[in-house]
């Protein structure tokens, strides 16, 4: 079976803790989960909006994990995206979900740049301009 050549894990938090309005937090959950699964930081941005909601990015080496709130709504957005295995890509996620403690919330997995199964559905593919 070919390995994917990076793994993409889309988070969908609901009723989620007061801290999805708290850049501070929001940060060091994010680092935390980083140095947590051995990944590596690159750079990152986060952003606190008015009168409420977080963006924030975090570029590592083996890709990214970005985060959007909706305060208002008690709803996070989650993308942790990574080149290295799918165990550490889950391990931030996991360490993640964990901190922000939501009443519920769905995961989905994507597994990203199966080669083969791009080349065997190729004829199938439909190209744009």
């Known amino acids: 079976m070919e390995e994917a050549l990076a793994h993409h894990i889309i988070g969908e938090l609901y009723s989620t803790s007061e801290n999805i309005n708290d850049l501070k937090f929001i940060k060091k959950v994010f680092m935390d989960a980083v140095k947590k699964a051995g ?5 990152s941005k986060f952003h606190k909006f008015k009168p409420h909601g977080v963006s924030g990015f975090i570029m590592i080496s083996e890709s990214h994990l970005s985060i959007h709130t909706w305060p208002e709504s008690g709803y996070v957005a989650i993308d942790v995206f990574t080149c290295g295995s799918l165990s550490k890509c889950r391990e931030a996620y996991e360490y993640i979900v964990s901190m922000f403690k939501p009443a ?6 994507i597994a990203r740049g199966k080669l083969t199964q791009h080349r065997d559905s190729e004829k199938d593919l439909i190209y744009e301009r």
């Not at 519920?104 to 997995?109: G, I, P, R, V």
């Open 104 to 109: 519920y919330h769905t995961k989905t997995e």
């Open 39 to 43: 990944l590596t930081v690159l750079t």
